[in-house]
């Protein structure tokens, strides 16, 4: 594949390095505005758009891509309130669209075992709940998009909890969400159910951006010849 990549930071270098290695070319970076007008004819040889950009910008990114008739994965979050604009407009107008939390394989089989143990504390009110997350200094938003998937997951199918709030003691109707910034900490996520007697905790650690990297790729090549909108779910669990 020709790859366009939206976002060349860390992660979307990282992407860069993970591309190479399966034998795709990176044939244009944008970070801004201009470069989307400069790099024209660049863009025409793509034939996917891999965004990992700022919020602020992303919802914008993806109609770019699908106005130069890109496919395009997405990685960056906290652009969700505008989901369902965007779900539309891409069906209606046969476009491509793959975005995702996180693009970890081992992170999104983490979200399918919070679902099936929130499933199982839903009935033991005993235990309370906690969602904790970990990142680099540099990470813009917080908490964290997956941290965000995880608690709408959990708020989902407990039903005592009718919303999460980033805090350390919320009320009893509230999921607790705490973030921390440290250093260069490539992401942690911790869920925790806490009873008088025991504590039940489930944990992802990523070791480096790589796995989050490789994740964007795999996704990318799944999307050829694909219209509509996919997640990690559609890649990973569709033959379960």
Not at 150 to 157: L, V
Not at 216 to 221: N, Q, V
Request: proline share 2%; glycine share 6%.
């Amino acid at each position: 594949m020709n790859i366009v990549i939206s976002g060349y930071g860390r992660m979307g270098q990282a992407v860069e390095e993970q591309a190479l290695n399966r034998g795709h070319s990176i044939v244009a970076t944008i970070d801004d505005h201009k470069e989307w007008q400069n790099k024209q004819d660049l863009l025409r040889e793509g034939d996917v758009l891999i965004d990992f950009s700022l919020p602020s910008v992303a919802a914008t990114n993806i109609y770019k891509a699908f106005e130069h008739g890109l496919p395009i994965v997405t990685g960056t979050t906290a652009w969700y309130d505008r989901l369902e604009e965007i779900r539309e407009y891409c069906t209606k107008n046969g476009h491509s669209l793959f975005y995702a939390p996180n693009f970890s394989v081992g992170v999104n089989i983490f979200f399918e075992i919070n679902r099936r143990l929130a499933e199982l504390i839903n009935e033991q009110e005993q235990y309370h709940g906690q969602v904790e997350e970990t990142h680099h200094i540099h990470k813009k938003d917080a908490p964290s998009g997956t941290a965000a998937k995880i608690a709408d997951d959990i708020t989902e199918n407990i039903k005592r909890y009718s919303r999460w709030e980033k805090a350390n003691e919320t009320d009893k109707n509230a999921l607790p969400v705490i973030s921390h910034r440290r250093d260069e900490v490539p992401g942690t996520h911790e869920v925790s159910y806490e009873s008088g007697v025991d504590k039940i905790t489930i944990r992802h650690d990523a070791k480096s951006r790589e796995g989050f990297a490789l994740g964007a790729i795999l996704a990318a090549e799944f999307l050829q010849d694909k219209k509509g909108v996919f997640t990690m779910k559609d890649l990973l669990f569709s033959n379960f």
